[in-house]
């Protein structure tokens, strides 16, 4: 606000290199503390300057200046634009090929903060060839500059296909897929990540991954300390399962639903996302694989879920998650009811049908779970305590499946009565002629008149 | 006989149910593999863990031992360690008397993984390279005849400082003039070679003692020895 940009500019051709490596840490400083001095920044007609003497020698000087453009570059979009319009890409990339760790850090960073907003940022990075110096950075053994060129492959890959193709190309897969082995764990949380944004985009793409050899290992982060390790994790091989049942079956072969499962057990919150995203995704894909998932005691853990989260969309992924494993045969099914997880599912419906929010993505979700489940399910045992407290849509399907079930089954037919059923599906009042009338007609009918009345 | 043979291959090889049975017991087998062997992976990450702790601590103690040797009883003056009302010294107190007081010269060593990279942050102040790099202040000279430290560095360091001839591109128009004075004080316009071609071209002089009359006789260059075809054996 004191104009100590017009004052900081000229510092910054200063003779003595102290000044202008100063000047330049503190114009960093400023551009990062908040966007509106950014924009002053480049307001102020610094950049230009900044990327001409950044062909200087002293490494100190560049790592100060990559600091303001990193500084600069990360608020917005338009203040990104405008660094790469002013041509400090040429420069970064040129800074990327220093003998200065640190200097390759700097610049590495700076490229990452600039190819996160958009697709034709990252493009516009990509053209100015920094993603065979990326590589090349990532093998060199300080681990900060892994981290951080790990990161940035993986901003630049997360846009479009054809970015993640250019990534692919240079050679990073196989590099990345072995330093997953590498203790750290923030270098690991980069390289999981840059790979499932690879392997997000196409079946290509995921094949590639998977080729990289990286099942078994990655099993082996589903169980590290650090959370966020597991969460990539699991973002990755929910990644590769989801698109097809091909990638699925190897998944399972491998044993990655026993672990996903045991990881989705020992985490809270949003960490567990990705893995109950995965079981569903699988079990989605054909009734075996489902098989596989309940086989691998998969439901526990996700009714858990849905029971101690309190966040919305984990809660509707794990009811969608449930629904893809029930919906596919009566097995399926009988095997979700007896665990016991329908009166959860109808409670929760209850719950937040009731709170007006009809949006809410848990409520959608757990409504088309329990239609899905409850068309198969001919357990009827579970089925008994739904027909108390279920509103009228869900009911319809209820009394359905009696309805299918019943005729055939005496033994059904004695404890439907003695357990109070019947009783309870003459209060249903349903208009003439709709389904759920005929539903309760072909239940009436299964039973000699004085039962009825 | 066709529904027969439909219902065999469907059972066979479209939807085996023995197969699938045994598939997803095999998938069972397969996951308590997979949790037993990352249990294990866990728990040999725990130890390694804690055996790493452990070890921090005892360097922490040795070290504060070592630092606090001065708290050490005397025969005079028990030290707060040594209690005249314990039946037995502290564990503290065996320690130090176990351990090397400190040296005054000695390095202070004690970060233990501190954060290298201060720089990405750029929150602690940069150690800027001044024209002139001070001496160490605490340090033995190295022996031997060497040159002095701040003078090596210099020389090392120098930057480069290309002549107008080396800097400017070699199509640049500001060398225009550069350029006509060269050509103008050319003498010759022979390609200079390097020395190895300069016997290239050169011709051969075959010794008199080869060269025939009429130039080189066969005798001596294209056969040796006198050979007579008709009493060779191997052709037949």
Known sequence: NSGVMSLLRPLLLDVVPTIRQTAALALGRLANYNDDLAEAVVKGDILPQLVCSLSEQNRFYKKAAAFVLRAVGKHSPQLAQAIVQCGALETLVICLEDFDPGVKEAASWALGYIARHNSELSQAVVDAGAVPLLVLCIQEP???????????????????????????????????????????????????????????????????????????????????????????????????????????????????????????????????????????????????????????????????????????????????????????????????????????????????????????????????????????????????????????????????????????????????????????????????????????????????????? | IQKMWRGYYVRKYIHNYYALKKYLAAISVNNEIVRNELQEYTEMKENEEKRKDLEKKEMERKYQARKMHYLLSTEQIAGIYNSPFRKSPDPMELLLRKSKPLSHTRQEKSSFASELYGWPTCRKPPTFSTAQPLPPIVRQKPQGPFRDTAEVLRQRYKPLEPTFHVAAAINSPLKKEFRREEWRNCIHDNEFLPFSSYHKNEKYDPSIHRSGKYGQEAYGIKHFREVQPKKWVADK
């Open chain 1, 142 to 453: 300080e681990i900060a500059l892994k981290r951080i060129a790990a990161s940035t492959l993986s901003d630049i890959s997360k846009h479009s296909p054809e970015l993640a193709q250019t990534v692919v190309d240079a050679g990073a897969v196989a590099h990345l897929a072995q330093m997953i082995l590498n203790p750290d764990a923030k270098l690991k949380r980069q390289v999981l990540s840059a790979l499932s944004q690879i392997a997000k985009h196409s079946v290509d793409l995921a094949e590639l991954v998977v080729e990289a050899e990286i099942f078994p290992v990655v099993l082996t982060c589903l169980k590290d300390s650090d959370e966020y390790v597991k969460k990539n994790g699991a973002t990755l091989i929910r990644e590769i399962a989801k698109h097809t049942p091909e990638l699925s079956q190897l998944i399972v072969n491998a044993g990655g639903v026993a672990a996903v499962i045991d990881c989705i057990g020992s985490c809270r919150g949003t960490v567990r996302l990705p893995g109950i995203m995965m079981l569903g995704y699988i079990a989605a894909h054909s009734e075996n694989l489902s098989m596989a998932v309940i086989v691998s005691k998969g439901i526990p853990p996700l009714c858990a879920c849905l029971i101690e989260e309190h966040e919305d969309h984990i809660k509707a992924a794990a009811a969608w998650a449930l629904g893809q494993v029930g919906r596919h045969t009566p097995e399926h099914a009988r095997a979700i009811a007896v665990a016991n997880v329908l009166p959860t599912l109808l409670a929760m419906y209850m719950d937040t049908h009731s709170s007006e929010d009809l949006q809410m993505k848990a409520s959608i979700f757990t409504k088309k779970a329990l239609k899905s489940i409850l068309q198969k399910c001919t357990y009827l045992p579970a089925l008994e305590p739904l027909l108390h407290d279920a509103p009228p849509n869900i009911m319809k399907h209820i009394v359905g499946q009696f309805s299918k079930v019943l005729p055939h089954d005496s033994k059904a037919r004695r404890l439907f009565v003695t357990t109070g059923g019947l009783k309870k599906i003459q209060e249903i009042k349903a208009e003439p002629g709709s389904l759920l009338q005929e539903y309760i007609d072909t239940i009436n009918n299964c039973y000699p008149e004085e039962v009825v009345r």
